[in-house]
């Protein structure tokens, strides 16, 4: 019954912004740490970044540390992805993801028990 939906994706130009959204319902337990990861053609899924619900502290891949921003709104149980400064290199499909123990390391994608579907982000050069 637990459902992760992402949206805010689409295309953008080098420079620009896009803010993805995941909307997390039906988990039967709060989640401890939400990442973010993404996947290019040809390359595996890698780690973005990840929040986690108690303190809120962010972790970012080194690809992207300075331009995205993770953050979260527990009313609304939503977890959002900023991106700023977009470079042809960020295009992907972006997954988020929750974990919903202390188990794990949190830029591996074992450490994480339920999936959304991913949404598109294109960055033109």
């Known amino acids: 019954q637990a459902q992760l939906v992402e949206s805010g994706g689409g295309s953008v130009q080098a420079g620009g912004s896009l803010r993805l959204s995941c909307v997390v319902s039906g988990l039967s337990f709060n989640w401890h740490s939400m990442g973010w990861f993404r996947q290019a053609p040809g390359k595996e899924r890698e780690f973005v970044g990840s929040?986690?619900?108690?303190?809120?502290?962010?972790y970012y891949a080194d690809s992207v540390k300075g331009r995205f921003i993770i953050s979260g709104d527990n009313a609304k149980n939503t977890v959002y992805l900023q991106m700023n400064s977009l470079k042809f290199e960020d295009t992907a499909v972006y997954y988020c993801a929750a974990d919903l123990d202390l188990s794990g390391t949190y830029y591996l994608e074992s450490k994480y028990d339920y999936w959304g579907q991913g949404t598109q982000v294109t960055v033109s050069s």
């Open positions: 929040i986690t619900r108690s303190g809120g502290y962010t």
